[in-house]
């Protein structure tokens, strides 16, 4: 059974950086596509940063320049960097894995990120 677990959130100052972590496990595989979407409250849950089935990378227009997703096979693992991080970034961040030959879907439970001005 495919299991996501995030870590890293946390409250952070205007201006500051957290890591968001998302293993996954059994096992991921370089064609997988990883991604972070988000959910503020009130708010749909929307796109933040993905690797998209062609390994490219992919953001919201309101984080680029200041997140950047990464990966590693080798570790299961999936991150998020966030750096100039402002009020409107808080919200509940979720770590999204789709497998490649299934097509199948999982999210992980998100961990919840606060921005204090």
């Known amino acids: 059974q495919v299991q996501l677990v995030e870590s890293g959130g946390g409250l952070v100052q205007a201006g500051g950086s957290l890591r968001l972590s998302c293993v996954v496990s059994?096992?991921?595989?370089?064609?997988?596509?990883m991604g972070w979407y988000r959910q503020a409250p009130g708010k749909q849950r929307e796109l933040v940063a993905t690797?998209?089935?062609?390994?490219?990378?992919a953001y919201s227009d309101s984080v680029k320049g200041r997140f950047t997703i990464s990966r590693d096979n080798a570790k299961n693992t999936v991150y998020l960097q966030m750096n100039s991080l402002k009020p409107e970034d808080t919200a509940v961040y979720y770590c999204?894995?789709?497998?490649?030959?299934?097509?199948?879907?999982?999210w992980g439970q998100g961990t919840q990120v606060t921005v204090s001005s």
């Open positions: 690797f998209t089935s062609g390994g490219n990378t």
């Open positions: 999204n894995y789709r497998r490649a030959i299934s097509g199948q879907g999982y």
């Open positions: 059994p096992s991921i595989f370089s064609a997988d596509v």
